[in-house]
Structure formats: C-alpha cells, structure tokens
C-alpha cells in the first residue's frame, strides 16, 4: 500500500515522503480514504501511530481539491466571453479575508504546537514541484497559498490576533484560547467545514465540554466531524452519537501488539522502596548507558527535586511541568529533542501528544493515575515502528494500584526485584474498621451506650 494509492495528490504523496512517512501506517491506510469520500470518522489508534498525518493529508487534499475546483470557476466567469458586462454592474472588489475550512481542537498547549507543525510542515513541502502536470501545478499553486495558525492559551492574545488578521485556512486551538479569539472578533467560525476532535477523551477529562459546546454552536451545522486519539471511553459515546453522522468506525491495535506498524514495547515492573527509586535511575543510567529518558512523576515539587537530584550525580536532567511558562516549555522540550539533556522529568503534562523521534525509554517513577495515562505515557516510545522500552517502579504502597492498572490493561507483568535494590518497606497497616469505635455508618456507640459502658451496664 502506497500514499498513491489511496488517492492523495502528487504533492501531498511528496510531502509524506519528504517527512519521512514510506509508507502509511495501518491508521492513515483506513482513516485516509474515509476522510476523502467526506464521511465523519471516529477513529482509535495507539500514540506514536501517525493519526495526526492521517487527517492532515486527508484534510489538505480535500481543501486543495476544493481551492483548485474554485479557481477554475473563478477563472471561467473572467475569461473574455463575459467581458461585455459593464462596469455599473460590477460589485465592489470582496473581502480578502481567509475563510477557515479546517479547525482542530485539541487539549494541551504542547500538542496544538505539534499538530499545527505537522500542518505547516505539509503546506510547505506540498508547495514544492514534483511534476509538469496542469492538475498537480494548480495544486502546488493552492498549497503555496495556504495558511496555518496555531493558537493556545498561557501566552498573550495579541500576537496571535496580528497573526489571524487576514483570516487563516487552517486553525489548531485550544479551546478556551479559541473562544477568546472569537470574542474578540480575530475569528470567524461560520465557513469551517471540517472540524478535527483530536485527543476527544482528554478534551473532556479537563472539563472543556462547556467550551465545546459553544464551540459547535458557532460552526456550521453541515461538516465533516473527525474524532482522533489513543482511547475512547464509553462515556463518550452519547457525545458521539449526537456529533457524529454515521460515522467509519476504525480501531487500531495499540502499541504492546506484535504486529509490523507496532513492534512490542518492552514493558517492565520493578518493586523497589520509595526512597531508593532515584538511586535507581542513577544505577540504569551506569548499567545500561541511557542516553535519552523521559521521567513520569506526579507533582511540579517531583519534577524539580527528582531533576535536581539527578543533575548534582553528574546527570543532565531538567523539569518541565505545568507551571512553566508556555514559552520555557517550548525551549525544554526542543532542547529534550535535540538531545541537549539527558532525561526529562515530567509530570503527565507530557503524556499525551509529544512527538519525540526515537525516544528508547519512558520510566514511571510515579505510577499513573489510571490504565488510560499508562497507555499514553507508555506512547511516548516505540513511535512509528521504532522500538521502546517502558519501566515503572513499584513501591509496597502502590502494589494494589499496579495491579489495578495491570487488571484493566488485561496484562500481567511479573515484579521485578534488582540486585542491591530488595525492598525492605513494609505495607502501611490495614485500617480497624470494625472494632466499634466509629469508620462506619450505624456502628458508632452513641452517648447512652457509652454511660451504660461506665456503668458497667
């Protein structure tokens, strides 16, 4: 299976293949020729998987197709046979205002700069020459013309309206950010006619679904809808059904399966006392001479301390967590991928929607909150068939909480114990709950039982 073949545009197959992409991955195989007949599409796929390309290039050819269809129109109503109208009944010259055909509304600040990349990426290498043809050289002409905005919350609003002045063809938002910019009439909604929900269940886990709904009620009602990311839970699906019409339903295999686009993680457990996991990332760092490692803590305070721990060992750690500014975290994270530290230590915010190319291994210092963000941690590695590797540490006292996650995972990773490292933690004592002295409703000694009790009955 080729890019070809599932009917892209010449540029667009160039632009694939300039970014790397030789061949598309089962997502972008399915979702691509969906998106071309214009169905709405609700799609599930493994981090790492190339969704974002899937409706990148699916979503651009169609708007070229739709730019090139429009100039040849425009150009037919101007040729010499409709030069006799006279100059009376010519309309005043229209707006030049970009019309946005194409909104995407993500979660995170990080992953509107990576998705609105990948855009922009595309528009710009699709602008280059790889043929003489008549069809594709209006394609090229389209491409070139294309604009891109990417807008976020965290940073000033008015660089961002300079930006949209003029309209744009293609926005990546955030929503609150977009809302902010309607308000302030930097942007029109009413011309979108795909709308892209890419990381859904995120989007509502962080209580954006007020900011949605008012984001669709300011779209027009007939549109392609395209729902992306790496689960989906049951309780989107009365969302779904509302949003979606008959939507191509596709689900990929996540990345722990065996198959050519996914090659296994490696995904291991070591039980290990609390105080001593940081000495163990210090140990891994010696023994098995990592280079690049992306840490998973739970707090900003674990982020910083667990860094700067590593760091005074002679390791080059740094944080990046939530309370940065927008503008240190874009310089964090291209420094990470530009192998200018170490490790990384992050707090979930890095869990979802960061590209970093190769990245051999992903640690769980902390454990997850839940299956869904192991799942997504775990996506940081092993990204478009590169292999990963993914260790999470294990004290006594989230021994229960693993084997939650193992349970709804339905997988089963036997405990590791590493030499030099046996945990010696006992497990914090089980609570007396019904020793009728109070913890459970109705089994509290009210006050009569009490005098009875002094009175010796």
């Known amino acids: 299976m080729t890019f070809t073949s599932l009917g892209l545009s010449p540029n667009l197959c160039l632009a694939a293949e300039r970014a790397g992409w030789l061949r598309p991955t089962?997502?972008?195989?399915?979702?691509?020729?969906?998106?071309?007949?214009?169905?709405?599409?609700?799609?599930?796929?493994?981090?790492?998987?190339?969704?974002?390309?899937?409706?990148?290039?699916?979503?651009?050819?169609?708007?070229?197709?739709?730019?090139?269809?429009?100039?040849?129109?425009?150009?037919?109503?101007?040729?010499?046979?409709?030069?006799?109208?006279?100059?009376?009944?010519?309309?005043?010259?229209?707006s030049t205002r970009r019309n946005t055909s194409i909104l995407v509304i993500v979660p995170t600040r990080e992953l509107a700069v990576q998705v609105g990349q990948v855009f922009k990426e595309l528009v710009l290498t699709s602008s280059q020459s790889v043929s003489d043809s008549q069809a594709n050289s209006q394609h090229l002409k389209v491409s070139q013309a294309l604009r891109v905005a990417t807008v976020f919350g965290g940073v000033s609003i008015n660089p961002q309206m300079l930006a949209l002045r003029g309209g744009a063809d293609i926005v990546v938002a955030t929503p609150g950010r977009l809302l902010d910019l309607v308000d302030h009439n930097a942007l029109q909604l009413d011309s979108v006619a795909h709308l892209v929900l890419d990381e859904v269940d995120r989007l509502l886990d962080l209580g954006f679904m007020e900011e949605l709904n008012r984001v669709l009620t300011l779209l027009p009602s007939k549109r392609q809808n395209l729902?992306?990311?790496?689960?989906?839970?049951?309780?989107?699906?009365?969302?779904?059904?509302?949003?979606?019409r008959e939507p191509a339903h596709i689900a990929i295999a996540g990345p722990a399966t065996n198959d050519s686009a996914h090659p296994a993680i490696q995904q291991r457990a070591i039980v290990i006392d609390e105080k001593k996991r940081t000495l163990l990332l210090r140990h891994f760092?010696?023994?098995?001479?990592?280079?690049?490692?992306?840490?998973?803590?739970?707090?900003?305070?674990?982020?910083?301390?667990?860094?700067n721990k590593l760091y005074q060992a002679g390791i080059y750690a740094t944080a990046l967590h939530g309370e940065m500014s927008q503008g240190a975290r874009q310089t964090v994270l291209q420094e990470f991928k530009d192998a200018r530290w170490e490790v990384l230590v992050t707090t979930d915010l890095a869990a979802r929607g960061i590209d970093i190319a190769k990245l051999p291994t992903v640690v769980n210092y902390d454990l997850p909150r839940s299956?869904?963000?192991?799942?997504?941690?775990?996506?940081?590695?092993?990204?478009?068939?590169?292999?990963?590797e993914v260790l999470s540490f294990v004290t006594v006292a989230t021994l229960a909480h693993w084997k939650l996650i193992q349970k709804r995972q339905g997988a089963?990773?036997?405990?590791?114990?590493?030499?030099?490292?046996?945990?010696?933690?006992?497990?914090?004592?089980?609570?007396?709950?019904?020793?009728?002295?109070?913890?459970?409703?109705?089994?509290?000694?009210s006050k009569k039982d009490k005098l009875r009790g002094l009175k010796g009955g």
Do not use: C
């Open 227 to 244: 729902w992306f990311s790496a689960t989906f839970d049951d309780a989107l699906q009365p969302l779904a059904d509302s949003m979606l």
């Open 26 to 94: 089962p997502i972008q195989e399915k979702g691509i020729p969906f998106i071309l007949q214009g169905r709405d599409v609700l799609a599930t796929a493994a981090t790492g998987s190339g969704k974002t390309a899937a409706y990148g290039l699916g979503l651009l050819h169609l708007l070229q197709s739709r730019h090139v269809l429009q100039t040849s129109q425009s150009s037919a109503s101007s040729s010499p046979s409709a030069s006799h109208i006279s100059v009376q009944n010519k309309k005043a010259p229209h």
């Open 371 to 388: 299956a869904t963000d192991y799942i997504h941690r775990m996506g940081r590695t092993g990204r478009a068939g590169e292999k990963g």
């Open 412 to 445: 089963e990773l036997s405990l590791e114990v590493m030499e030099g490292f046996a945990p010696t933690d006992t497990p914090p004592p089980t609570p007396k709950l019904n020793d009728g002295t109070g913890g459970i409703k109705g089994r509290r000694l």
């Open 285 to 307: 760092f010696t023994q098995e001479k990592w280079k690049q490692v992306l840490v998973f803590v739970a707090t900003r305070y674990a982020s910083e301390h667990v860094a």
